[in-house]
């Protein structure tokens, strides 16, 4: 079959890795980057010689020889480029967070579903050998009913991004939608036999002296309408990046964890430890593990379910209640007290 064409828009340092990953996919070529500055289109042109490189991403948007559309760009860009990219009748897949408001979340779907097209959310850890191995677990009935989980990540302090964009609130909108954002999705992935979430409580602070609107380190409580809760909390006041997952449930529990100098190390530690009882099993992970790697998992799931017409793992349905709860968790945060999902989603 012919090769699906890929247009890029972003060539960051994220934006190289997912570049990376779509020129190491069987079935996809890169044939368009759109970068941000002459610097980075240089480096583009270097590194992928075969691609058109521009720093107008409506270039990208506007040519009729591409398939996908893959948008790697700051937060608060999302919605203008996407709504762009939907609207052209392209498949996108969009780093999260999906938006920055659950309306232009809204809206994605919309047009997605208006002209037919597959739109996935970069919520890559669901497609992990590692986290996801235990939700097949938790599926399988190894826990019971879970009732309980557990996302923590402690890790060094944020990349500033371009300009400075990732430490401007205007821009980023809140830190709770840059990297808690996956750990949300994992906890509503994980306990979703309990119904969908019905309420945050949150809590924060700021070890930023110039900006305290930004809170480095965050912790949240979310209930569940089946009776499960989870706990999600971060710090980025630590060093390297370690994350935790502990699941419990009626019969029995789960320990993940992954270790690396840095989030996109290709040499992690990582591990995965079953109890039933008296009885505590290491579960072999045979593929190696770490955003890299679930990245380029992504872009081959992505061809093949843009073949077959079907949806990705990570929709943009789950793309929008992850930026609801992140922007719940916020608003309970600056409140004090625990927000209603209801009220996020209906707002």
């Not at 497609?127 to 938790?138: A, E, N, P, R």
């Amino acid at each position: 079959m012919s090769s699906l064409r890929f247009g890029l828009i972003g060539f960051g340092a994220w934006g190289k890795c997912h570049a990376n990953a779509i020129a190491k996919t069987e079935g996809a070529e890169l044939v368009a980057i759109a970068a941000r500055s002459e610097s980075t289109c240089a480096d583009a042109r270097t590194a992928y010689p075969e691609a058109s490189v521009t720093s107008n991403f409506g270039e990208i948007v506007g040519r009729d020889d591409i398939d996908v559309v893959d948008i790697v760009v700051p937060s608060y860009l999302h919605f203008e480029i996407a709504s762009a990219v939907l609207s052209s009748g392209k498949h996108l897949l969009l780093e999260k967070p999906m938006c920055l408001s659950v309306e232009h979340c809204d809206e994605l779907i919309r047009l997605a579903k208006q002209r037919g097209v597959l739109l996935a959310i970069g919520h890559e850890l669901r497609l992990s050998s590692l986290w996801g191995q235990v939700k097949t677990m938790i599926d399988d009935g190894f826990l019971g009913d879970p009732r309980y989980a557990l996302v923590e990540l402690s890790r060094k302090p944020y990349r500033v991004g371009a300009d400075g964009w990732r430490y401007d609130i205007d821009r980023v909108g809140n830190w709770i939608l840059e990297e808690p954002i996956h750990f949300f999705d994992l906890a509503r992935w994980y306990l979703s036999s309990n119904g969908e979430p019905q309420s945050i409580f949150a809590s924060a602070s700021s070890k930023q002296p110039d900006h305290p609107e930004l809170q480095d380190n965050f912790s949240a409580i979310m209930q569940f309408s089946g009776g499960a809760y989870a706990v999600i909390s971060q710090t980025l006041s630590m060093f390297e990046h370690h994350q935790t997952v502990k699941v419990t449930g009626t019969k029995g529990s789960l320990w993940a964890g992954w270790s690396g100098a840095m989030d996109r190390t290709r040499r992690p530690d990582f591990f995965l430890r079953a109890g039933s009882g008296d009885e505590v099993q290491d579960i072999p992970i045979e593929k190696i593990t770490g955003e890299v790697f679930e990245l380029e998992d992504q872009m081959e799931m992505l061809v093949q379910a843009a073949r077959d017409g079907r949806p990705l793992q990570t929709t943009g349905e789950d793309g929008k209640w992850s930026v609801a709860m992140c922007l719940a968790a916020q608003r309970s945060v600056d409140r004090g007290q625990p927000v209603a999902m209801s009220d996020v989603l209906s707002s």
